[in-house]
């Protein structure tokens, strides 16, 4: 058992199994890295301020940064025994150095240092989630423009609704990452504050130099109240709920490549590689993936969950719950990494199943929108084209003609605006065409934009 950090104050030792209930070294072990960088901060502003003999602080750099070798080559032994991390670390450098390591602790306590360890651990986690998302993107972006020219049914209430480029509906899950990549981005301005230096909750009388530590570590300023120092765990709600958001985008994109892989749409083809079959029936390839990564939404979102309920009934300052809130930010943070490592490469492995796509854009319901507004540009009101539109398609369907097959006469009928030439826009290039709006789907707008993506993601595509 690893000494523990307080026990002077107690007369009998704590029991096992409060030892086991309170250890918290199962999951607060992987921020050794980051509780040895912020204590070799310390140990420098401690030796600086002469808070500490000098050759003391060199004994403890020294010590440390053989801790932090090991603990980057993987060859940190890691004792089970140990309350947490703090404790863990600070036995195993008064191994090496003696007694020189019991000053390491001067002026902080494991209320501000654990909040350091896991802003010094989010700032880290965050930049690489941002960096595969940006890989994610660029995944999406090259299957993008290698579909550039492929039109597909659009739909709402998962209706068939109107035709819409490919790669435009591609770039509606780029547009959605790149809004969780500002929400994470802008979460980190608001972590970047270096809590160390508030001890317990109430600071110091010894002469520490706050920002040296603050410089050394590469956060943009100092925490300004102590006791909000130690109490603030925003910064860990704050990541959840922006890591939710992306899992509930991630999800809408599975479930759509779930329901593009059916037999019923066929509209792609999912490497072998990321499927699997069934134990009963052998013909199955099921999208397991892509349901894994829709289900792992409810794990985030719990995790948010866990988090809030932790937090909302906690007096101010530090409490020992507080413990509590490292599984579920790991969770979270392996669950977002996971899946998107996995979708940046299952967008690679994706065929697009062009025939029969181009075999689903033959029903003429796609362009009733288009006649509507072929309506209003020959002066009818919206009210009236929609009805006219609206019982020409009824007709069609009862009869199970096609609007393309109507005879002049029988599209005057309808209306005396409707001239021959309506039959000119019922196909997908048309429609796709006609639209004019910026943002919309016509191919030279939805070229622009894909440039504007290769250059923003600095995409090689």
């Known amino acids: 058992m690893a000494k523990k950090l307080w026990g002077s104050r107690f007369s009998k030792k704590t029991s096992a199994l409060t030892d086991r209930f309170t250890s918290s070294i199962a999951f607060d072990q ?16 401690l030796g600086k301020q ?61 209320n501000d240092q ?37 039109i597909i049914p659009g739909y709402t209430h998962l209706q068939v609704a109107q035709c819409v480029l490919l790669s435009h509906h591609l770039l509606a899950y780029i547009e959605a990452l790149d809004r969780d990549k500002s ?26 130099d706050r920002s040296l530590v603050q410089r050394e570590l590469g956060f943009a300023s100092l925490t300004a109240n102590s006791i909000d120092g130690v109490s603030d765990r925003d910064y860990i709600i704050e990541v959840l709920a922006d890591l939710s958001i992306l899992a509930v985008h991630l999800s809408r994109v599975a479930e759509d490549l779930i329901l593009w892989s059916t037999k019923e749409f066929n509209f792609i083809d ?11 029936m052998p013909h199955k390839k099921n999208p397991d993936i892509l349901e894994l990564i829709r289900g792992s939404v409810g794990r985030v979102q719990g995790d948010l969950s866990n988090i809030i309920m932790l937090m909302k009934g906690l007096p101010t300052s530090y409490n020992r719950d507080m413990q509590l809130d490292k599984p579920p930010l790991f969770d979270a943070i392996d669950t977002a990494k996971s899946t998107l490592e996995i979708f940046i490469a299952l967008f690679q492995n994706i065929v697009m199943e062009r025939q029969a796509v181009a075999s689903r854009l033959s029903d003429e319901a796609l362009f009733s929108v288009d006649v509507v507004e072929y309506l209003i540009k020959k002066g009818v009101s919206y009210r009236q084209a929609h009805d006219i539109v609206g019982s020409m398609v009824k007709e069609c369907l009862d009869k199970g003609k096609r609007i393309s097959e109507l005879s002049d006469a029988q599209l005057k009928r309808f209306s005396p605006k409707l001239g021959p030439d309506v039959k000119q826009i019922l196909n997908a290039w048309s429609s796709v065409s006609l639209k004019k709006s910026y943002g919309g789907t016509n191919p030279k707008l939805v070229d622009k934009q894909l440039a504007f993506w290769s250059r923003k993601l600095n995409a090689r595509v």
């Open 30 to 45: 992987r921020l050794a890295k980051y509780d040895i960088l912020g204590s070799l901060a310390h140990a420098k502003m």
């Open 50 to 110: 002469k808070i500490i003999p000098s050759q003391d602080a060199k004994k403890i750099i020294k010590g440390l940064n053989v801790l932090l070798k090991d603990v980057i080559s993987g060859k940190f032994k890691f004792d089970p025994t140990a309350e947490d991390i703090h404790s863990n670390i600070q036995e195993l450098l008064t191994k090496k150095i003696g007694s020189a390591a019991d000053k390491l602790h001067t002026a902080r306590s494991r």
């Open 114 to 150: 654990i909040a350091l360890d896991v802003k010094l651990y989010l700032k880290s986690e965050a930049k690489d989630i941002l960096d595969f998302i940006t890989q994610l993107e660029q995944s999406i972006l090259k299957f993008a423009k290698a579909n550039s020219r492929v």
């Open 183 to 208: 929400r994470i981005t802008d979460m980190i301005k608001r972590l970047d504050l270096m809590p160390l230096g508030s001890c317990a909750l109430s600071g110091t009388g010894l002469p520490i």
């Open 270 to 280: 999912i490497d072998f590689s990321f499927c699997t079959g069934s134990s009963i």
